[in-house]
């Protein structure tokens, strides 16, 4: 069996049981405890497994953070339909935060076109989705300095939220990891927290792109209530928002 069927039939029982010991995956898997120990160290260093004393678990999603590899593959077409549905707010010439979530880059991969924009963020992979856009005026990009964090490809820190400071957006484009009516909009990692922050203070417009796998969940890190947002994009419409002072559109 190959390294990458491995490591997908332990996904698999993780997702089963939650976990699982060395010599229960060498069974499963006709493997040598050394070839499973190395499939784990593997997978922990990609953040989709955490390692215990002769086993495996998967991490506490409360203060877990998926690669973003992984993030970007998940719940597609909920993300392509909050990105349709966000697109009619942009407007040629405008300053847009947008934060480093696999939502908001759904988004970003569609403003290629678009006319004299000025997009400042912390995704590397938006920056990457923004490149190479032939036309004169294409969008114009401005990536955060700060320190990489590589599992995200996203960049944060003091550094991070001081450049975001030096500039004034018309709309901040941002998403979440946990949307709840009493929690409000939350996120697993403090540095997120902070960086969404510094793009919520410095806009005149804040949206917020979540799809309903969010909803109902709170995690660590508070960045806002929900009310504290514009408009809040959505794949389909819930209870939760009722009777809040806050747009909500699908």
Avoid at 142 to 155: D, F, P, S, V
Wanted: with cysteine; charged share 25%; hydrophobic share 40%.
């Amino acid at each position: 069996m190959l390294s990458f069927q491995r490591h997908q039939e332990i996904l698999d029982q993780l997702k089963e049981k939650r976990s699982a010991t060395v010599d229960e995956l060498c069974q499963r898997l006709y493997a040598s405890p050394a070839t499973i120990r190395r499939d784990l160290h593997q997978l922990e260093k990609q953040g989709l497994v955490k390692r215990t004393y002769g086993g495996v678990t998967l991490p506490d999603e409360r203060s877990f953070e998926y690669p973003m590899q992984v993030r970007e593959s998940r719940n597609l077409d909920a993300k392509e339909k909050i990105a349709r549905a966000a697109l009619p707010l942009i407007r040629d010439g405008q300053t847009i935060f947008m934060d480093s979530s696999s939502t908001v880059l759904r988004l970003a991969m569609k403003l290629r076109d678009f006319s004299s924009l000025h997009i400042i963020t912390n995704g590397i992979d938006i920056c990457q989705a923004l490149a190479g856009a032939s036309q004169k005026n294409a969008p114009a990009v401005y990536c955060c300095c700060g320190r990489l964090r590589e599992n995200a490809r996203t960049l944060v820190g003091g550094a991070a939220c001081g450049y975001i400071a030096s500039f004034n957006a018309d709309l901040a484009v941002l998403s979440c990891r946990g949307l709840d009516r009493q929690a409000g909009v939350t996120e697993a990692n403090e540095e997120e927290r902070q960086v969404k922050r510094a793009f919520f203070a410095n806009a005149d417009k804040r949206i917020l792109l979540c799809d309903q796998s969010k909803f109902g969940k709170s995690y660590f890190c508070r960045v806002a209530g929900l009310s504290d947002f514009d408009l809040i994009v959505t794949d389909q419409p819930a209870d939760l928002f009722d009777g809040l002072d806050v747009e909500v559109i699908w």
